[in-house]
DNA sequence: TATTGTTATACTCTATAACTATA
DNA sequence: TATAGTTATAGAGTATAACAATA
């Protein structure tokens, strides 16, 4: 174990590292640092697309679901809708989405991809797809697939 | 551009459910709504205990490893030291923690839990152990051991 | 009366720079 | 010169209340 020359019980916590055995046997804790590895490669890498995680699922979103509300995205992606105000009044602000008068509804606005807004995507996903395969490198592709099911059972 | 009612593949966002296939083909994204699951599980049942999630991850590590230093902590959790102080300090104005002088370092402190935190830390494991349970109820055992694995292998 | 989108705001979380005391 | 712990502070992220326009 960790001991180095006197005592055992005591002061164990003088080795560099310390025991996490309890904190590993979590889903929540392996869930987190989990999600926090790939979270650190998407900020490096999407950085050049000036794309946040969020900001990211919204234009994907909206590339497969033209003219989606803020509500539905809301919904979707679990954002409280005075939180989505700002990331889409700058996106619109980048031209990357238009904002139109919702055809069945007066009070929704309908969001849709400008052109510069679906190319921005289609280099986005690529660009995802590839920092997530190697950010989940030590996986097989029948283990991504398999964390995939088993993180969805969690949540859906 | 978006013809409301005649065609089908321009304004699909009419249904309230979006298409979120993209998104859930990505471990980041499934990683990260599976950790939010578990997350609101863990705020509901352990607010009980007064406990936030890495208030819990720095009482059972001292647990476990009595004597260990802010720093040391730090680094096992990824928190940065400036923003570890407050909770040591509410954690020792809590009586749950001493911080005694560091035997070989005097710059260091060494953290150790009071009887008193000794005896919350096991309540709080065995919470944290059936809220776990119950959050990956759908789960197997054996799928929770390979979920946990496979979770591993991305930031281990 | 309920819902969409919005403003304003507060609270929490995370990050950076700089200081002190020890090594 | 480098490290452990701390202070102060700034910036994200997340939350609630309240309002206007529309249903």
Redesign the pocket.
Same mark, same amino acid.
């Given at each position: 174990m960790a001991t180095p020359r006197t005592r055992k019980t005591e002061s164990p916590a003088r080795s560099e590292q310390l025991d996490t055995r309890v904190l590993e046997n979590l889903v929540g804790y392996n869930a987190r640092r989990g999600w926090l590895a790939i979270s650190t490669v998407f900020a490096e890498r999407m950085a050049a697309y000036g794309l946040?995680? @969020?900001d990211f699922s919204v234009l994907s979103l909206l590339a497969h679901n033209p003219g989606a509300?803020?509500?539905?995205l809301?919904a979707t992606l $679990?954002?409280?809708?005075?939180?989505? @105000?700002s990331l @889409? !009044?700058a996106m619109d602000g980048r031209g990357l989405i238009e904002?139109r008068p919702?055809p069945h $509804?007066?009070? !929704? @606005?309908g969001l849709h991809l400008t052109a510069a807004g679906r190319k921005l995507v289609r280099e986005a996903e690529e660009a995802v797809v590839q920092l997530e395969l190697d950010a989940s490198a030590r996986l097989s592709a029948r283990e991504r697939e398999t964390l995939i099911g088993l993180l969805q059972k969690l949540y859906r």
């Open positions: 946040k995680q @969020v509300t803020s509500r539905q809301c $679990d954002i409280l809708p005075p939180n989505l @105000v @889409v !009044a904002r919702h $509804d007066g009070r !929704a @606005v």
